[in-house]
């Protein structure tokens, strides 16, 4: 068990580029999540995968925002000509069921 | 829809003080609840989850019960340590969405410094 990891750590764009973050859950967990946390506030569900069919979508998930995990093995979000606003730590979770998660350290993105 | 509200913070507490971190939540049906820790430069970690009424979830001596009367969730240490501070987020899952989805809602966070 490596944890959750998550790539890059931090990212620094500038406005109108697009940007592509990694996870890579714990291996036997089925389960996976992107939240989006901006600063002061907690955690926002972004969406969910269970093995590789995404399940669940959040309504602040633009269609600049997707997000695939393809093989039910590790997940990619991609944010097209990112915003000021888009500006967060981008936080993907893992699990194998209910009782709660196991976080990665997440992906800094500043938008300049 | 589901919402938490935290304590807000910054706290600050002295070493070996009692710590109380309150945590109301408004949701549908019977959600489980949790407390999440976040250490400077770390990412989430569970610190401690209760999932039904009256139970009590515990872990490196935080505690915290489920009440339903009064649909809280407080957090509370008897003796704070340095190593404690960190921020605090309380959250729930309702376990009842789609597919499994144990999506969590969360609180603002609560900042706890403690100070020697």
């Known amino acids: 068990d490596t944890g959750v990891s998550q790539d890059p750590r931090h990212k620094i764009t500038k406005r109108g580029q697009n940007v592509t973050f990694r996870c890579d859950p714990i291996s036997e967990h089925n389960r996976l999540y992107w939240y989006r946390q901006t600063l002061g506030q907690g955690p926002e569900f972004l969406t969910y995968f269970q093995n590789e069919a995404q399940l669940e979508k959040s309504r602040l998930l633009s269609d600049r925002f997707s997000a695939e995990r393809p093989k039910g093995s590790f997940s990619t979000l991609e944010i097209q000509r990112t915003e000021q606003g888009d500006s967060a730590m981008y936080l993907c979770a893992s699990s194998w069921g209910p009782g709660g998660y196991t976080f990665g350290s997440g992906t800094r993105l500043t938008v300049v | 829809g589901n919402s938490v509200t935290q304590m807000e913070g910054p706290v600050t507490l002295s070493e070996e003080a009692f710590l109380t971190i309150n945590c109301t939540y408004t949701a549908t049906g019977y959600p489980s609840l949790f407390w999440y820790v976040q250490y400077p430069g770390e990412g989430l970690q569970l610190l401690l989850k209760?999932?039904?009424?009256?139970d009590k979830g515990s872990n490196k001596g935080f505690e915290a019960t489920y009440r339903k009367e009064t649909t809280s969730f407080h957090l509370e240490k008897g003796s704070v340590q340095v190593s404690d501070s960190a921020v605090y987020f309380c959250?729930?899952?309702?376990?009842?969405?789609?597919?499994?989805?144990?999506?969590?809602?969360f609180g603002t966070g609560t900042r706890l410094t403690i100070i020697p």
């Open positions: 959250a729930l899952s309702d376990g009842a969405s789609n597919f499994g989805n144990e999506k969590l809602t």
């Open positions: 209760a999932t039904k009424a009256d």
